[in-house]
C-alpha cells in the first residue's frame, strides 16, 4: 500500500513553514507520495484569497523539490467550499489502494473538533499534527489523546504566518527567508498581495 501524504491549505502565500512541515512529515512517516492541496473555496478563512491557479503555481515551486509530492487541484474540481472530509472521500475514491495520512499544523489541531464532520475525518484517515514555532509538544499531545487518533509528530516546524507576509507585502517590505524563492519571485512579478 502506498503511504500517501495529503497537506491542504489555502497557501495564501505558501511559506517555508508550510515546506518544513512537508518535508518534515516525509521523512517521518516515509511517504512515497505527497499531494498539496490549495484550497479552493476555505470555510475557515474570511480572507480573500489569490486566484487558486496562483497559489497552486506557488506550490509547485516550493514543494517541487520534495520526492513524491504534487499540486492537485482536487478541491477546485469538487467546486463549492472546501471540507476536509470530502476531499478525503474523493481521494480514497480515486486512489483505493493508497494509505492516507492528513497533515495539519499544531494551530489547526487545537481547532479540529470545530472541522466539518471532524470524527468522520479521524476514522478516513490517520491525522498528524505537527507542531508549529509557538506550539507546546506537550499541550499538542495531550489535545490529541483528548480528541484520539491524532498523532503528534516530534518536530518544530518554522512559526510563520500568511497573514504577516501578505501585510508586509503590501507594504513594501522584504519577504526574503520567509517564503520560497521561487514563489517569492512568481508573487513579485504577478503583483499578488499589493
Not at 79 to 94: A, C, M, P, W, Y
Not at 130 to 137: F, M, N
Request: hydrophobic share 40%.
Amino acid at each position: 500500500m502506498i503511504k500517501t501524504g495529503i497537506f491542504g491549505g489555502a497557501f495564501n502565500p505558501v511559506h517555508n513553514g508550510h515546506v518544513r512541515l512537508a518535508e518534515e512529515a516525509v521523512k517521518q512517516l516515509k511517504l512515497k507520495k505527497l499531494l498539496i492541496i490549495p484550497t479552493f473555496e476555505s470555510p475557515h478563512k474570511a480572507t480573500k484569497l489569490a486566484p487558486f491557479d496562483d497559489r497552486a503555481e506557488m506550490c509547485r515551486l516550493a514543494f517541487g523539490h520534495i520526492a513524491g509530492a504534487e499540486v492537485s487541484d482536487v478541491e477546485r474540481r469538487l467546486g463549492g467550499t472546501s471540507f476536509t472530509i470530502n476531499t478525503v472521500r474523493e481521494l480514497k475514491r480515486q486512489f483505493p489502494d493508497e494509505q492516507f495520512f492528513l497533515l495539519i499544523g499544531g494551530d489547526m489541531l487545537f481547532s479540529f473538533d470545530q472541522w466539518f464532520k471532524y470524527e468522520a475525518i479521524l476514522n478516513e484517515v490517520r491525522v498528524c499534527a505537527v507542531a508549529r514555532g509557538g506550539d507546546s509538544y506537550s499541550d499538542m499531545l495531550e489535545f490529541a489523546n483528548e480528541l484520539g487518533k491524532i498523532r503528534v509528530l516530534p518536530t518544530q516546524a518554522v512559526d510563520i504566518s500568511s497573514t504577516e507576509i501578505r501585510e508586509k507585502i503590501s507594504a513594501g517590505g522584504d519577504i526574503s527567508g520567509l517564503v520560497p524563492e521561487g514563489a517569492a519571485e512568481y508573487i513579485a512579478q504577478h503583483g499578488l498581495y499589493r
